[in-house]
Nanobody
Framework: QVHLVESGGGSVQSGGSLRLSCSNS????????MGWFRQGAGKEREGVAV???????EYMDSVKGRFIISRDNPKNALYLQMTNLKPEDTAMYYC?????????????????WGQGTQVTVSS
């Protein structure tokens, strides 16, 4: 049973930084495509960044150059380093996992989800 737990959210001012973490209870997490998604109030869930088991990454256009997704397989951990945060980044951020070697930015690709961590950016 995959159990994902996010941490690291909080409130920051515009231009600030946060680092989100996600722990994966599955000891073979290195086989998983992992991703970060977010959902703002009244909005649909959208893919922020994904990373394949081989380290290939993909980002949504609005975060390119500001966010970095990374993983530490021995620690079964996933990270999202967020810099130069903007008010429009305000959302609940979710960690997701899929036992596929290929990745997708579509939420439908991922059967396993964490509970989310809130990120609030004030102007």
């Amino acid at each position: 049973q995959v159990h994902l737990v996010e941490s690291g959210g909080g409130s920051v001012q515009s231009g600030g930084s946060l680092r989100l973490s996600c722990s994966n209870s599955e000891h073979s997490a290195s086989r998983y495509c992992m991703g970060w998604f977010r959902q703002g109030a009244g909005k649909e869930r959208e893919g922020v960044a994904v990373i394949s088991p081989y380290g290939t990454t993909e980002y949504m256009d609005s975060v390119k150059g500001r966010f970095i997704i990374s993983r530490d397989n021995p620690k079964n951990a996933l990270y999202l380093q967020m810099t130069n945060l903007k008010p429009e980044d305000t959302a609940m951020y979710y960690c997701a996992a899929a036992v596929f070697s290929d990745c997708s930015m579509s939420a439908d690709w991922f059967p396993h989800w964490g509970q989310g961590t809130q990120v609030t950016v004030s102007s």
